[in-house]
């Protein structure tokens, strides 16, 4: 009997940074799109980014400012098995991870897309830097990113920036010493606006960029992106629709996508002619792996079984230096947007290393309304105290962030006995550490401890004996790749298996780079929605 | 609070996903956000003696001085009864066994000389009661730094708000 259920164009699981570009360029290109998303939306107005501490029942420590944008079980709803000191960093919310990031967007460079070609390791990319170029330019054009181009190969640069951060006195001295190493200070790049953009309102320099903002002067899909996708009429925005599988028609191909309405507990379907997952490195994985049929019975478009596999991300360490001459001085508001400056790659400037990959390191202030030295300053009283003031404006808190490689034994599974609150099997991460990210780690954590020699400062670290991730930058599990049987998807995120079928957020990832994931996941989402619209026109889809 | 978390929170500042994780692993309950009210808060935790040596050791740690009130006055008691009574059950025996080493070691002297005894080894504790100092010192310090009095009297914080300019600091020369 035929289904009475209205069929969309597309349907989109996820609305984070991947899902929100989707959703916009379908819906304005003319197709019916309907996005299922499992948490629900908090507006701004809600977000708890400018509360006081004291105005908190925790002082904001337990997450408290966080929790509302992870919704329902989401938290607890996976586990780590045989795994090193790693964590996904999984959110349920209308908007996924962009209203609750700190804004970094970087280009991948060409050789990202080579490690193959170059080093011998992992794979190359089935795309290159010059194909996704294009799209990283409208991306930057579309949603708003404040910095410059450098002219680095590293890191290349758009023609469509908002003006950079101003730099605070301690990033200056940072410049100053890092100069003859040979290691570039520049302006961050941020999804953040430095100016009125596209009917938002700058940055107010408050310093809250990761507890949401309330402005929406970061880039968040919720605010700049699904408001648009609203605006054609063509869209309908299912809250609260934890998708549970894809269901396939007798050919194999994706024809509905089953779901939960987490208020009433029931079980619903939306049918719809394309399915794009945007659910993100972990979910997407765990919807294909959980969507097994008589014609999929390993899990949709895993026959080869590679869906959940290389699973890659970030090495995530931190390290706080308080700059010497700084010390004393009168208090300053030094909030400002979290990051002003950074530092791209550098290792490969120097000669030859016995490590493939490299680092780069964002120059965060992390103490706006709270003294982290406190927690690291041995010692009390009077003194401590005293001391603990005259610190505070020298902090330079580096966040340093090492390519992890992508491995066939890394990986994500399902495992039907253990169940979330809704009966779907819940991810189990099972990742180790290489040798190359534990060189990287150790490279990594050395050179940043020469520079806070050389910036003559203070150094509070814990680098502890292993290294760990992923820093909230995982990726890779259901990669685009040339060859059906080491890949998942094709250029264009389109499953080798399942012509209607696409992934666009970092799961697609064939190998990682040091650099923040997100802008490249945008691009690659931009250039998936051209390749649908283009592909619907000529009816093949 | 454990040390190593409270160290692994300074490393990690710059990357709240995994100061998330360490909190969802440490902590029990997350609650909504709600004002504090020092005023009429009762111990759910603490003994009356108890709650009474954590305020005096609290404020041996960051004691009142010219410069603004300390530990007593911003009611770090009240905050590390009400952090421990919302703890688990690992933590609550830590707590409970701690002040009892301390209240043993207090008697022989002095709550500021078994103060200065254990804090002598702060950097390599080797007994249940050094151990026990750095997890009531982080206590004290998130109490305090996290008060209206830490926060304005004793930093003079002047951010959170909402600037046409960021102002920082003149440049460099």
């Not at chain 1, 700190?102 to 992992?122: H, K, P, Q």
């Not at chain 1, 054009?141 to 640069?157: K, R, S, Y």
């Not at chain 1, 990594?444 to 760990?468: H, L, M, W, Y």
């Not at chain 2, 029990?28 to 009474?52: H, I, R, S, V």
Request: proline share 5%.
């Amino acid at each position: 009997m035929a289904s009475t259920l209205k069929e969309y164009d597309v349907c989109i699981v996820g609305s984070g940074a991947a899902g929100g570009v989707m959703a916009k360029e379908l819906s304005e290109g003319g197709a019916q799109v309907v996005l299922l998303e499992g948490g629900k939306r908090v507006d701004p107005s809600q977000f708890l980014s400018h509360k006081w501490p004291y105005e908190l029942q925790f002082r904001g420590l337990r997450n408290e400012k966080q929790a509302m944008f992870y919704q329902g079980d989401v938290r607890e709803s996976i586990r780590y098995e045989d795994s090193d000191n790693v964590s996904a960093d999984r959110m349920r919310v209308v908007g996924g991870r962009t209203v609750h990031w700190n804004a970094v967007t970087l280009r991948y460079a060409a050789r990202d897309f080579r490690e193959w070609s170059l080093a011998g390791v992992e794979e190359d990319w089935p795309l290159s830097y010059e194909e996704l170029a294009p799209y990283y330019e409208r991306i930057e054009a579309m949603i708003g990113v404040c910095g410059q181009d450098d002219g680095l190969e590293i890191l290349p640069g758009g023609s469509h920036y908002l003006p950079p951060l101003p730099w605070r006195r301690s990033e200056r001295i940072l410049q100053r010493a890092t100069k003859p190493m040979g290691i570039p200070v520049i302006p961050v790049r941020k999804a953040l606006l430095t100016k009125p953009f596209d009917g938002r309102p700058p940055c107010h320099y408050c310093g809250h960029c990761m507890s949401g903002c309330d402005v929406s002067a970061i880039f968040s899909s919720a605010t700049a992106m699904i408001p648009k996708a609203q605006a054609t009429g063509n869209f309908t925005l299912r809250q609260n629709a934890l998708a549970r599988e894809i269901l396939v028609n007798d050919e194999g191909q994706a024809r509905a996508v089953s779901f939960i309405d987490t208020t009433t507990g029931k079980e619903e379907q939306v049918r719809a002619k394309i399915v794009v997952l945007c659910a993100a490195t972990v979910e997407s994985a765990r919807l294909l792996l959980n969507s097994r049929s008589p014609k999929h019975p390993n899990g949709l478009a895993n026959s080869q079984d590679v869906v959940g596999r290389y699973l890659s991300g970030h090495v995530g360490n931190g390290v706080n230096a308080y700059v010497k001459e700084l010390e004393g001085l009168k208090p300053s508001n030094l909030d400002g947007a979290t990051d002003h400056v950074f530092i791209p790659r550098y290792n490969h400037l120097l000669p030859k290393t016995n490590y493939v990959g490299g680092w780069d390191i964002q120059i965060n202030l992390t103490n706006y309304m709270f003294p982290r030295q406190a927690l690291g300053l041995p010692g009390y009283g009077t003194e401590f105290k005293s001391q603990v003031r005259r610190m505070e404006p020298g902090l330079l808190s580096f966040g340093i962030f090492c390519k992890v490689m992508a491995r066939r034994e890394n990986r994500v599974t399902v495992d039907p006995h253990r169940v979330d609150a809704h009966g779907i099997p819940i991810p189990v991460m099972h990742f180790r550490f290489g040798e190359n990210d534990t060189a990287l780690w150790r490279e990594s954590n050395q050179s940043v401890q020469e520079i806070c020699e050389k910036v003559n400062s203070r150094v509070f670290t814990d680098a502890g004996e292993k290294p760990s991730g992923f820093a909230s930058h995982e990726v890779g599990t259901v990669r685009m790749g040339t060859n059906p049987k080491t890949s998942v998807l094709n250029s264009y995120c389109q499953a080798h298996e399942v012509k209607n079928l696409f992934v666009t957020d970092g799961s697609t990832f064939t190998t990682s780079s040091e650099k923040n994931p997100t802008l490249t996941i945008m691009a690659l989402s931009l250039r998936t929605s051209e390749f649908i619209k283009d592909q619907r026109k000529k009816g093949l889809l | 609070m454990e040390r190593r978390t409270a160290l692994r929170i300074i490393a990690l500042g710059a990357m709240t996903p995994q100061l998330e994780a360490l909190g969802a692993a440490t902590h029990c309950a997350m609650q909504e956000g709600t004002a504090w009210m020092p005023a009429d808060y009762k111990l759910q935790f603490f003994t009356p003696a108890e709650n009474e040596l954590v305020d005096q050791l609290s404020e041996i740690i960051i004691p009142a001085d010219a410069h603004s009130p300390g530990a007593h006055a911003a009611k770090v008691s009240l905050f590390a009864d009400l952090m421990v009574a919302t703890s688990s059950d690992a933590v609550k025996a830590q707590w409970r066994n701690g002040l009892h080493l301390f209240q043993e070691a207090a008697a022989k002297s002095s709550p500021a000389t078994a103060i200065a005894e254990v804090a002598a080894h702060e950097q390599h504790p080797t007994s249940d009661l050094e151990r026990f100092f750095i997890v009531l010192k982080v206590m004290t310090v998130n109490g305090y730094y996290t008060s209206e009095i830490g926060i304005h009297q004793d930093l003079e914080y002047i951010g959170n708000t909402y600037l046409d300019v960021f102002p920082g600091y003149p440049p460099l020369v």
